[in-house]
T-cell receptor, first 110, second 115 residues
């Protein structure tokens, strides 16, 4: 049983399109992280959200933490081929343990 | 401030040999996590360690696998008598202790191939 469910699992879009990736759970987390991983590399931390309802922007990426701190979304505006990769969300418990979603594999075609 | 370092980046072993994977956390980080990843899949938690202590090893197989994080030196993930099914990418992450929240930073991984 996956504590964090990510959707969609796969997404293939054209350059310039917008997309949203979701990360859902029935558990409450003290914080939630989003990572991007490219083939052959380790995950790279994009953002950490801590407060319920928090919205953070990183250039064309917008991250939102749900009010109840159980879910999160990542929205990418005008996707570019360089955004291609595996996007992972991870929820942190109060006991410093991290629970990962299964990932969303994004392919942005030029 | 150097990031999390892992070595070797690639490791080839024959069935029955031992594999030792090393992880040096970021400076000032006292928490280390090990994960395993199969191709096209997400990260599977294996073990969480602080200096000289195993905090949570619920994701680690009971046999052949062990991990340590000594007072001095890197964290080591040890796999004895490797089998083909151990072939995977193994990632280490380190974390500082913050008061209100925590986050992890990953190393580049060690890709283990068992022949």
């Amino acid at each position: 049983t996956q504590l964090l469910e990510q959707s969609p699992q796969f997404l293939s879009i054209q350059e310039g399109e917008n997309l949203t990736v979701y990360c859902n759970s029935s558990s409450v987390f003290s914080s939630l992280q989003w990572y991007r991983q490219e083939p052959g590399e380790g995950p790279v931390l994009l953002v950490t959200v801590v407060t319920g309802g928090e919205v953070k922007k990183l250039k064309r990426l917008t991250f939102q933490f749900g009010d109840a701190r159980k879910d999160s979304s990542l929205h990418i505006t005008a996707a570019q081929p360089g955004d291609t990769g595996l996007y992972l969300c991870a929820g942190a418990s109060n006991f410093n343990k991290f629970y990962f979603g299964s990932g969303t594999k994004l392919n942005v075609k030029p | 401030n150097a990031g999390v370092m892992q070595n070797p980046r690639h490791l080839v072993r024959r069935r029955g040999q031992e594999a030792r994977l090393r992880c040096s956390p970021m400076k000032g980080h006292s928490h280390v996590y090990w994960y395993r990843q199969l191709p096209e899949e997400g990260l599977k938690f294996m073990v969480y360690l602080q200096k000289e202590n195993i905090i949570d090893e619920s994701g680690m197989p009971k046999e052949r696998f062990s991990a340590e994080f000594p007072k001095e030196g890197p964290s080591i993930l040890r796999i004895q008598q490797v089998v083909r099914g151990d072939s995977a990418a193994y990632f280490c992450a380190s974390s500082p202790m913050r008061g209100s929240y925590n986050e992890q930073f990953f190393g580049p991984g060690t890709r283990l191939t068992v022949l």
